[in-house]
């Protein structure tokens, strides 16, 4: 029996009726998952994610009888006078400045295949974080699924007394006495045993557990333990706050919130969690407990769960599930870097995005190599992530001790700034992050399968100037670059982490979405206010035919097709490429892959996308994600008795609007996933997208730009550009390509792409409120601010050190990005902050501030 069933084995044992029944799990993992049908609301989940069935045994005493159902007299909770969490100026709670860091139980529980959260094991762990961890910042010891011993009168959660003997106060005062944090695990919804014993509730005279559920009956989390709860009745609220103010009586210091929709494989609103994470959160906030949410919760939900959350699991277990084979793959580390490509920006002091346990202690048992427990550990720190534990505390090993242990990274996770990546569309991957004192933290990721340099250019984070470059894995300075920093022969799966000091007079770009950039009002992300970056094909058909005079433009369309081995596009998991096959692919090639949970992504400008594989009895199925947001879910596999199908449209979009859009597609099921090409519908940037030239009778081509003609950035062939009044010239609007330029091409048609430049990174904040502001606070001796002109933009207000400077006009006939739309120099070095307060004009469009730094560090 595993970890998870013997909690299981406890929790079911003391559930009125409870039974069984499995279910495929929805995790990319082989284990199924249990699903009792009627559990107490407070009984923990019968594992962190799903986990191997089998009938369970009873392991524990019967719980107590609940009182009756009338609802006697009762004193007030003891703890009713607590007050809220304290808060930073800006409301944000104190206890979530920082990522936390400490130790969970689960990825034991499930690697020894017991229980492994009785008092002797957790209170080993607490000792032996604090003899070995504690200096460094590790103070949370969490005790995951399988704690809880049944319900007492008053329907709130016991500890089990066979894993706790003396008591789980004995245990949480030894944790306590160790100068750390306890934290608990609990679920949403209750059971419908619970609902009809009526029992009362706790410093709610009056109030029983009847009625609580919303009708009808609605699944309340994602095993089926219970049903919602209705927060109409106001009895609900104070169920839940008699077992929050129960636990802040413990000492309880954090809890896991597990199976929290939308989320938790569930990809709609047919389960929704969202009213009970809100009653939980002023729940603990009034007990100082840090609250986070568990699993995979949904990006669209983002700043919800920032309102009431400490923190958020983005992604499935990282266990593999493999019993004591390994506590984790590879896989399972290199999924999370196309997740944290979306939800990087998401983390701050508001709440963190959680990548689950950090195993990476023992080699013996982590099931990583050297090198990937070291990129593990530098992409946990990077990401701001919680650094909590999976291995037992009491054996780790000395390099698992080093890479735990150093300081300067876990610094970096400390400081709090999400890194976020240059590009996701190859495997050797640049993060980076600016942080508050202006250097930049930047890690070099090889995703590859082999040893491979990696270069960061300066310009690509946002620093023109040079910099001073430290090794913070080696602990060695590496001197002074110009213009960027190569990495030789970084190892597969393997990492370099740096920080990076801008010199003197150095120029530092902050984009509009960095936690530096502060917003007051009604701001949103995009939205249709930004203009992306995007290039569109021009194909000339080039003829020698003398009489011929000039023929006419081929008939072409705004598709462009990619093929799989595209470096666009973004591969996750242990992808492979088969060349050659003789099936009709296109390009007589695919990318293939046969681990559950594994993706390929692709960013685009257009209005629409193909998914284009091969449909054969081997595939199965997979999401697709359009967005950040699960669309649907498509069976790519075929009878065996219908053979192979190739390039099939599996999933098409057409009429989206226009801007940049993600395609992301995971696999679900089956022996493999594939992808063949994509088909992209561009949004045009040209009055058409076809020109022909005869050599017999030479005559320029032209077309027209649809754009601001200062954003035709470039126009080239085959990577090679084409020279500007010499190849081709711009009047007006007007592109004129030279027949002398034209006359040196082979007959046949010739493909020219038209790049236009657009906002940067491709986004910006828009605001239609006037009074709205935004701002900025940095340490340098100058500052801009960038963003576009538009013919919808009006005035502006700008104010530096809260002194009105200066009212801007970012009006113009049409739309133009990156325009410095206000400058200051000469500034004293110090402190400073620029606000800008939108005066008129229908919407005002914010894109980059940029300062210039005297000294950093």
């Given at each position: 029996?595993?970890?998870?069933?013997?909690?299981?084995?406890?929790?079911?044992?003391?559930?009125?009726?409870a039974?069984?029944?499995?279910?495929?799990?929805?995790?990319?993992?082989?284990?199924?998952?249990?699903?009792?049908?009627?559990?107490?609301?407070?009984?923990?989940?019968?594992?962190?994610?799903?986990?191997?069935?089998?009938?369970?045994?009873?392991t524990?005493?019967?719980?107590?009888?609940p009182?009756?159902?009338?609802?006697?007299?009762?004193?007030?909770?003891?703890?009713?006078?607590?007050?809220?969490?304290?808060?930073?100026?800006?409301?944000?709670?104190?206890?979530?400045?920082?990522?936390?860091?400490?130790?969970?139980?689960?990825?034991m529980?499930?690697?020894?295949?017991?229980?492994?959260?009785?008092?002797?094991?957790?209170?080993?762990?607490?000792?032996?974080?604090?003899?070995?961890?504690?200096?460094?910042?590790?103070?949370?010891?969490?005790?995951?699924?399988?704690?809880?011993?049944?319900?007492?009168?008053?329907?709130?959660?016991?500890?089990?007394?066979?894993?706790?003997?003396?008591?789980?106060?004995?245990?949480?005062?030894?944790?306590?006495?160790n100068?750390?944090?306890?934290?608990?695990?609990?679920?949403?919804?209750?059971?419908?045993?619970?609902?009809?014993?009526?029992?009362?509730?706790?410093?709610?005279?009056?109030?029983?557990?009847?009625?609580?559920?919303?009708?009808?009956?609605?699944?309340?989390?994602?095993?089926?333990?219970?049903?919602?709860?209705?927060?109409?009745?106001?009895?609900?609220?104070?169920?839940?706050?008699?077992?929050?103010?129960?636990?802040?009586?413990?000492?309880?210091d954090?809890?896991?919130?597990?199976?929290?929709?939308?989320?938790?494989?569930?990809?709609?609103?047919?389960?929704?969690?969202?009213?009970?994470?809100?009653?939980?959160?002023?729940?603990?906030?009034?007990?100082?407990i840090?609250?986070?949410?568990?699993?995979?919760?949904?990006?669209?939900?983002?700043?919800?769960?920032k309102?009431y959350?400490?923190?958020?699991?983005?992604?499935?277990d990282?266990?593999?599930?493999?019993?004591?084979?390994?506590?984790?793959?590879?896989?399972?580390?290199?999924?999370?870097?196309?997740?944290?490509?979306?939800?990087?920006?998401?983390?701050?002091?508001?709440?963190?995005?959680?990548?689950?346990?950090?195993?990476?202690?023992?080699?013996?048992?982590?099931?990583?190599?050297?090198?990937?427990?070291?990129?593990?550990?530098?992409?946990?720190?990077?990401?701001?992530?919680?650094?909590?534990?999976?291995n037992?505390?009491?054996?780790?090993?000395?390099?698992?001790?080093?890479l735990?242990?150093?300081?300067?990274?876990?610094?970096?996770?400390?400081a709090?700034?999400?890194?976020?990546?240059?590009?996701?569309?190859?495997?050797?991957?640049?993060?980076?992050?600016?942080?508050?004192?202006?250097?930049?933290?930047?890690?070099?990721?090889?995703?590859?399968?082999?040893?491979?340099?990696?270069?960061?250019?300066?310009?690509?984070?946002?620093?023109?100037?040079?910099?001073?470059?430290?090794?913070?894995?080696?602990?060695?300075?590496?001197?002074?670059e110009?213009?960027?920093?190569?990495?030789?022969?970084?190892p597969?799966h393997?990492?370099?982490?740096?920080?990076?000091?801008?010199a003197?007079?150095?120029?530092?770009?902050?984009?509009?979405?960095?936690?530096?950039v502060?917003?007051?009002g009604?701001?949103?992300?995009?939205?249709?206010?930004?203009?992306?970056?995007t290039?569109?094909?021009?194909?000339?058909?080039?003829?020698?035919?003398?009489?011929?005079?000039?023929?006419?433009?081929?008939?072409?369309?705004?598709?462009?097709?990619?093929?799989d081995?595209?470096?666009?596009?973004?591969?996750?998991?242990?992808w492979?490429?088969?060349?050659?096959?003789?099936?009709?692919?296109?390009?007589?090639?695919?990318?293939?892959?046969?681990?559950?949970?594994?993706?390929?992504?692709?960013?685009?400008?257009?209005t629409?996308?193909?998914y284009?594989?091969?449909?054969?009895?081997?595939?199965?199925?997979?999401?697709?994600?359009?967005?950040?947001?699960?669309?649907?879910?498509?069976?790519?596999?075929?009878?065996?008795?219908?053979?192979?199908?190739?390039?099939?449209?599996?999933?098409?979009?057409?009429?989206?609007?226009?801007?940049?859009?993600?395609?992301?597609?995971?696999?679900?099921?089956g022996?493999?996933?594939?992808?063949d090409k994509?088909?992209?519908?561009?949004?045009?940037?040209?009055?058409?997208?076809?020109?022909?030239?005869?050599?017999?009778?030479?005559?320029?081509?032209?077309?027209?730009?649809?754009?601001?003609?200062?954003?035709?950035?470039?126009?080239?062939?085959g990577?090679?550009?084409?020279?500007?009044?010499?190849?081709?010239?711009?009047?007006?609007?007007?592109?004129?390509?030279?027949?002398?330029?034209?006359?040196?091409?082979?007959?046949?048609?010739?493909?020219?792409?038209?790049?236009?430049?657009?906002?940067?990174?491709?986004?910006?904040?828009?605001?239609?409120?006037?009074?709205?502001?935004?701002?900025?606070?940095?340490?340098?001796?100058?500052?801009?601010?960038?963003?576009?002109?538009?013919?919808?933009?009006?005035?502006?207000?700008?104010?530096?050190?809260?002194?009105?400077v200066?009212?801007?006009?970012?009006?113009?006939?049409?739309?133009?990005?990156?325009?410095?739309?206000?400058?200051?120099?000469?500034?004293?070095?110090?402190?400073?902050?620029?606000?800008?307060?939108?005066?008129?004009?229908?919407?005002?469009?914010?894109?980059?501030?940029?300062?210039?730094?005297?000294?950093?560090?």
């Amino acid at each position: 029996m595993t970890a998870a069933l013997a909690a299981t084995a406890i929790v079911l044992a003391l559930a009125p009726g409870a039974s069984w029944a499995t279910e495929a799990t929805p995790e990319p993992t082989p284990a199924p998952e249990t699903t009792p049908t009627a559990t107490p609301t407070t009984a923990p989940a019968p594992t962190d994610d799903p986990a191997p069935t089998e009938e369970p045994a009873p392991t524990e005493e019967p719980a107590p009888e609940p009182a009756p159902s009338s609802t006697p007299e009762q004193e007030p909770p003891a703890d009713a006078t607590r007050t809220p969490a304290d808060e930073t100026e800006d409301g944000i709670s104190n206890r979530s400045t920082a990522p936390y860091m400490g130790w969970s139980s689960y990825s034991m529980q499930v690697y020894e295949g017991g229980q492994w959260i009785t008092a002797d094991q957790i209170m080993a762990q607490s000792d032996a974080m604090h003899d070995k961890l504690q200096d460094f910042g590790y103070d949370y010891i969490n005790i995951d699924a399988g704690w809880n011993g049944g319900q007492d009168e008053y329907g709130r959660p016991i500890p089990s007394t066979t894993l706790f003997p003396d008591g789980l106060d004995a245990v949480i005062d030894h944790v306590h006495d160790n100068g750390q944090k306890v934290g608990l695990y609990l679920i949403p919804g209750m059971s419908l045993e619970t609902a009809q014993k009526a029992l009362p509730i706790y410093g709610a005279p009056g109030c029983t557990t009847e009625n609580l559920l919303k009708q009808p009956l609605q699944q309340g989390d994602y095993w089926g333990f219970g049903y919602r709860l209705d927060f109409d009745n106001p009895c609900t609220e104070k169920y839940i706050d008699s077992i929050a103010d129960l636990l802040g009586e413990w000492g309880v210091d954090f809890i896991k919130f597990d199976s929290v929709t939308p989320g938790s494989g569930i990809s709609d609103l047919s389960m929704d969690a969202r009213e009970e994470v809100a009653a939980w959160s002023r729940a603990l906030d009034r007990n100082d407990i840090w609250f986070e949410l568990s699993w995979a919760v949904d990006i669209d939900y983002a700043d919800y769960w920032k309102q009431y959350a400490d923190g958020w699991r983005i992604d499935w277990d990282v266990e593999c599930y493999c019993g004591d084979e390994a506590l984790t793959t590879w896989e399972n580390v290199a999924r999370l870097f196309p997740r944290l490509s979306d939800w990087w920006r998401h983390a701050g002091p508001a709440g963190w995005n959680d990548l689950d346990s950090l195993n990476v202690g023992n080699g013996k048992m982590d099931g990583l190599t050297r090198d990937e427990r070291r990129t593990a550990t530098t992409l946990w720190a990077t990401s701001a992530a919680p650094m909590y534990l999976g291995n037992d505390l009491t054996n780790l090993d000395e390099y698992g001790l080093e890479l735990i242990t150093n300081r300067e990274v876990i610094a970096v996770n400390q400081a709090g700034v999400p890194a976020r990546p240059v590009s996701t569309a190859t495997k050797q991957q640049v993060w980076y992050a600016l942080n508050p004192d202006g250097t930049y933290t930047v890690a070099l990721y090889n995703l590859g399968r082999a040893d491979a340099d990696i270069t960061v250019d300066w310009s690509d984070i946002g620093l023109d100037g040079s910099a001073k470059v430290r090794d913070l894995w080696a602990g060695k300075n590496l001197g002074s670059e110009a213009e960027g920093f190569t990495a030789e022969s970084v190892p597969i799966h393997g990492v370099r982490l740096l920080k990076v000091t801008p010199a003197k007079q150095a120029a530092l770009t902050v984009n509009d979405d960095s936690l530096r950039v502060g917003y007051d009002g009604a701001w949103v992300r995009n939205d249709g206010n930004e203009v992306p970056a995007t290039s569109q094909p021009f194909t000339v058909a080039v003829s020698d035919t003398p009489g011929g005079g000039t023929p006419e433009p081929p008939a072409t369309g705004l598709t462009v097709t990619l093929n799989d081995d595209d470096s666009r596009i973004g591969y996750s998991g242990s992808w492979g490429d088969s060349n050659n096959r003789g099936l009709g692919d296109h390009g007589d090639d695919v990318h293939y892959v046969e681990t559950n949970g594994a993706a390929f992504e692709y960013t685009f400008q257009g209005t629409g996308i193909q998914y284009v594989t091969e449909k054969h009895e081997s595939q199965g199925e997979v999401e697709v994600y359009l967005d950040g947001q699960l669309v649907e879910t498509v069976d790519t596999s075929l009878p065996a008795a219908d053979g192979r199908l190739s390039q099939q449209v599996v999933y098409a979009v057409a009429d989206l609007a226009s801007g940049s859009h993600t395609l992301r597609v995971v696999k679900k099921s089956g022996s493999f996933m594939l992808l063949d090409k994509l088909v992209v519908t561009l949004d045009s940037q040209l009055s058409t997208t076809s020109g022909a030239f005869n050599k017999a009778a030479p005559a320029d081509v032209t077309v027209d730009v649809l754009r601001d003609p200062s954003e035709l950035s470039s126009i080239s062939l085959g990577g090679e550009p084409l020279g500007r009044d010499a190849d081709y010239t711009l009047s007006g609007s007007t592109v004129t390509l030279k027949s002398s330029y034209l006359a040196a091409l082979p007959v046949g048609d010739a493909t020219l792409d038209f790049a236009f430049t657009g906002d940067h990174l491709d986004d910006v904040h828009a605001t239609t409120a006037d009074g709205d502001s935004v701002s900025f606070t940095f340490r340098g001796t100058g500052v801009a601010w960038l963003g576009p002109k538009a013919p919808d933009q009006g005035a502006v207000d700008v104010y530096i050190d809260g002194k009105k400077v200066k009212s801007v006009d970012t009006h113009a006939e049409s739309r133009v990005s990156n325009q410095t739309l206000f400058e200051a120099t000469g500034l004293k070095d110090g402190e400073h902050t620029i606000k800008v307060v939108k005066t008129s004009g229908d919407v005002l469009r914010t894109d980059v501030f940029r300062y210039t730094v005297k000294k950093v560090g």
